[in-house]
């Protein structure tokens, strides 16, 4: 009883300063180097158009509009919503999964001019694992180029360039996937207006 | 299966191995209570601070029922205040969004499950948890249950060097040594190396953005009630719905991954987990993180050896692991790169396999590769949803949980499951050759064996039991968010993670429904403590019976623990153990799914 007694001592006096020290002293010394040597990804890698916060850089939103590059599905709440992340957890052999992809992929041909039989890129139809994936395949960007660059009166070597301008890259090739940045792309696409339009182009 | 993968498991093995030796050679001076690091004259001064406010005395040691108690004594102590914090985070600091007390069954759920290191989540945490709930109901979990998991696998280690002797250590020595030298020192340059690549740490409120297009979407109808409104064929109605701003997430998120994969816990801070791009923004980070998971299992085996002086035996727990790691790495990615065929059936290229859940910058292998480690290892962290996975493709995650996560393991626990299994390879070894098992000097007796098999058969016993319940009660269907044998699939996952101490999921399954159904939460909670004091309290009585031998010379007919024979023998132990328990229920779940889905069977 006694050795039980001095147990519970210890037990109380030890989560209260372990508590203090990796509850406590930890986070808030991680606060202060992130605020003064990484503020803006410790704020959230904000994105701000005229003092007004449009976003994020590695949060998806939706675009559903001809003259954007459009994210990948997202089963995130009513989609991209930070507070709901999550992806569709629907098995193989769901019928309700392949409804979903057999429509965003008929969505996908039509969008963006491709014949009825023509094969699309996984991405493009599939939801993310958290709702919020900020990239799309390089191949998937590709097919959305002429539409964009149509819909924007811009020449698709313009639009192009803000694609690959916009691609994040794995370190040397190795540890990932490179993708296309659908903020990003399109906020620079939206700031370019309407210099870099094709001049030449006439009725 | 891309050349780019096969080198980035070829680099993820080489860094592992490199940093086996020298982070193994750390955790022998951290585990020796007198042992001197780089760090003593920071931190010496405040350990011995820590023991005189403990009421510790650091040179006493205590024999494995006094450090089993103390260990349990304080389990209890932690769990009940994360549960009165959970609570009561209403009426608490650091709660900018205004989150509601946490409910009776999900705050139980929840403590039992972060202090047994499972971190299964019952709640999305960005829509249930406070600032405060994360960092002082959670993340000190992530702490203890590491530090506890490291200190009961150092104190076996223990019985089995020593002899003729009843102490193993000191657990409050063991739990303040690792958490200040080991722990805590790395968790601060992770951390900051997680924020510079993108991961927020803040105590600000969630902003809000204005964003680029309005979207309009289509939500169900709601009467005034609140309930919603259906036609006259049942359906549900749906209105439009604007959507012009988005809430961006905040907090103190950095701080809590770095130690939630150096602590193989793997509960995340949102509900999307390692898939999240604020918990795991980059193919760097996402490297990083899977590295962060072995490291310690990884460094164990080496501190295995070094203590038993036969660091050969070391290398060989070490090899045997990573066979069965790269052959599930294998098997896994070459099913979701082969993908799913009834999606290519419908129009989706096959060139990209299945990136159902999965992240683009992750790509099927890092996803795949993501997804083998979190479940070797008791870590349960996510980068993709496994629901989503091929059935193959899930298998692996399924098996690797229920082979007992000693595939380099929790850390710790990987170790001391382990040596469950090395006694009962040298018990199987020494039973063909007919004579007196033995590992590493002493004699394995009948006790012995015993209580390592109450270890192994409580796991069986918790995982099938409960699944077998669930999947035949109106309250276990219910929770289930896909049909026919993946419905199946998602119960039996959630508790083989669960006694696992895992706490990865087949996400789509519902354990705290809306109606506010208990019985999830609670034969979850159960399950975890099963999984996690069933197996140490045995651990431990072994390691008690191993420190009480006395040694007795190796002969010629010692069976040798090290070299290519006691690998195999070890490997076909796990194996066959593993798949005897749970093939015929695994045939019904994701083997069978296998063949429904060559067949374009739809449910």
């Known amino acids: 009883m006694k050795t039980f007694v001095k147990e519970l001592y210890t037990s109380v006096a030890a989560t209260v300063v372990l508590c203090a020290v990796v509850s406590g002293l930890y986070p808030v010394l991680i606060w202060g180097i992130g605020q003064v040597l990484f503020s803006h990804q410790a704020n959230g890698s904000l994105v701000e158009n005229n003092g007004q916060i449009v976003g994020s850089e590695l949060l998806a939103q939706g675009f559903s509009g001809a003259k954007y590059f459009h994210p990948r599905p997202s089963a995130a709440g009513t989609g991209y919503d930070p507070l709901n992340s999550g992806g569709s957890n629907l098995g193989p052999t769901s019928q309700k999964l392949i409804d979903g992809i057999k429509a965003n992929v008929a969505q996908y041909r039509q969008e963006n001019g491709l014949s009825g039989d023509a094969v699309v890129p996984a991405d493009a139809v599939t939801a993310s694992g958290s709702g919020l994936d900020p990239h799309i395949s390089l191949q998937n960007a590709r097919i959305q180029v002429p539409r964009v660059a149509k819909e924007r009166g811009f020449s698709e070597d313009v639009v192009r360039g803000e694609v690959s301008k916009a691609t994040d890259n794995p370190l040397f090739g190795l540890g990932g996937e490179p993708g296309v940045n659908v903020l990003k792309v399109n906020l620079a696409l939206d700031s370019l207006a309407p210099k870099g339009r094709l001049a030449e182009k006439k009725p | ?603």
């Open chain 2, 1 to 603: 299966m891309n050349t780019s993968g096969w080198l980035q498991l070829a680099l993820y093995i080489v860094v592992l191995l490199l940093i086996t030796k020298p982070l193994g050679i750390y955790l022998f001076r951290v585990l020796d209570a007198n042992g001197k690091t780089f760090l003593d004259p920071v931190v010496k001064p405040v350990e011995l601070l820590t023991y005189r406010i403990f009421g510790v005395d650091p040179e006493k040691e205590q024999g494995w029922i006094l450090y089993t108690m103390a260990m349990l004594i304080f389990e209890l102590v932690t769990v009940l205040f994360t549960y009165l914090v959970l609570r009561f985070q209403n009426f608490l600091p650091l709660n900018p969004q205004g989150m509601a007390g946490v409910t009776d069954h999900l705050a139980f759920n929840t403590a039992w499950s972060f202090a047994t290191n499972t971190n299964w989540q019952s709640y999305g945490g960005e829509s249930t948890m406070s600032y405060l709930s994360q960092m002082l109901a959670l993340a000190s979990h992530n702490f203890f249950s590491a530090a506890i998991g490291i200190a009961i696998a150092a104190a076996v280690v223990r019985g089995i060097v020593r002899h003729s002797t009843k102490t193993l250590g000191n657990f409050w020595v063991d739990l303040v040594r690792i958490n200040y030298y080991l722990l805590l020192p790395i968790s601060i340059v992770y951390a900051v190396f997680l924020v510079a690549q993108g991961v927020p740490q803040n105590f600000k409120p969630y902003d809000t953005a204005k964003v680029v297009e309005v979207q309009t979407v289509q939500v169900p109808k709601k009467d005034d009630a609140g309930n919603p409104v259906k036609d006259a064929k049942g359906n549900a109605v749906m209105v439009d719905q604007k959507v012009d701003s988005q809430s961006i997430v905040e907090g103190p998120i950095a701080s809590q991954m770095a130690i939630k994969m150096l602590g193989t816990n793997g509960g995340g801070y949102t509900n999307a987990n390692a898939a999240h791009p604020f918990e795991n923004p980059t193919p760097l980070s996402n490297f990083i993180q899977m590295l962060s998971i072995f490291a310690i299992p990884s460094a164990l085996t080496y501190y295995l050896g070094r203590m038993v002086k036969n660091q050969g035996h070391g290398w060989s727990v070490w090899a045997a692991m990573a066979i069965v790691f790269v052959a599930g790495v294998l098997v896994c990615w070459g099913a979701e790169a082969a993908g799913n065929p009834i999606m290519n059936h419908v129009g989706v290229d096959r060139a990209g396999g299945n990136m159902e859940g999965k992240e683009v910058r992750f790509g099927i292998f890092n996803s795949a590769l993501f997804a083998t480690i979190t479940t070797d290892a008791s870590c349960g962290a996510v980068n993709s949803m496994h629901d989503s996975f091929t059935p193959l493709g899930g298998f692996v995650p399924l098996f690797n949980i229920q082979m007992g996560e000693i595939i380099f393991g929790g850390v710790g626990s990987g170790l001391y499951g382990m040596i469950l299994f090395i006694v009962l390879a040298v018990f199987i070894a020494g039973l063909m050759v007919g004579r007196t098992p033995e590992y590493l000097g002493k004699k394995i007796e009948s006790y012995d064996v015993k209580v390592a098999s109450i270890a192994i058969l409580l796991m069986a016993f918790s995982i099938l039991g409960f699944a077998g319940w669930a999947a035949l009660t109106p309250w276990g269907q219910a929770g289930e968010n896909n049909s026919g044998p993946h419905g199946l699939s998602e119960i039996f996952y959630a508790y083989s993670s669960c006694t696992g101490n895992n706490g990865s999921a087949f996400a789509g399954l519902t354990a705290n429904p809306t109606n506010n159904d208990p019985h999830y939460d609670i034969t979850l909670a159960f399950a975890t403590i099963i999984g996690r004091f069933g197996m140490i309290i045995p651990v431990m009585a072994l390691a008690g019976s191993l420190g009480r031998k006395k040694l007795i010379a190796t002969g010629a007919g010692t069976f040798p623990v090290t070299g290519g024979l006691f690998v195999t023998l070890l490997i076909g132990t796990i194996l066959l153990v593993g798949a005897l328990t749970f093939l015929p229920a695994l045939t019904l779940t994701p083997i069978l799914e296998h063949f429904l889905m060559l067949n374009g069977k739809l449910f």
